[in-house]
């Protein structure tokens, strides 16, 4: 496997997702009918560069709630890894989980927690990335989506490149 790559709008750069943090996200793909949806944080050290590398991953934990068609984060937990790894010089940059769909896409759940993911920063971002792991593929479908905090904005799907 190798690492897997998407243009910003606006020529603003390129986020790519090590193979790392690949191998560990498809492992929780919904591929079978009994697998829940599992998803967790995405982390990078430079999130203002034109080259934002994702290169940690986080989640899910067992005290997240899960189920077929839906993911809620155990959100002491999420917190704790943003600080730590704030401390440790990385940035959360977006949230990612599983959708039990070939071709995933924002449901509107998802977009409700994106923003109220994004509300917890207090002003200090309006936007980050969702990933959104399908269940078919070689390599699995992956969906790329950069969102925001204001309703009226929307959101973005990224291309692969």
């Known amino acids: 496997m190798t690492a897997r790559s998407f243009s910003l709008p606006d020529n603003r750069g390129v986020i790519q997702f090590s193979t790392e943090v690949l191998t560990h996200m498809y492992s929780y793909a ?17 999130p203002e560069s034109d080259m934002v590398h994702i290169d940690i991953v986080t989640g899910p934990y067992s005290s997240d709630r899960r189920t077929r068609c839906g993911f809620h984060p155990d959100l002491n937990i999420a ?9 440790r010089g990385f940035h959360a940059v977006g949230l990612w989980h599983t959708h039990p769909e070939h071709t995933p896409s924002p449901s509107g759940t998802d977009r409700q927690t ?32 950069l969102s925001y905090t204001d309703p009226r904005k929307p959101w973005i799907k990224l291309d692969e490149i």
């Open 30 to 46: 919904q591929t079978k009918f009994w697998k829940t949806e599992a998803g967790g944080q995405l982390f990078s050290d430079a």
């Open 79 to 87: 917190n704790r890894d943003r600080k730590e790894n704030f401390l």
């Open 114 to 145: 994106a923003c109220e993911y994004l509300h917890a920063f207090n002003g200090e971002m309006d936007g980050f990335i969702l990933v959104i792991i399908g269940n078919r593929g070689t390599p699995l479908n992956l969906c790329v989506w």
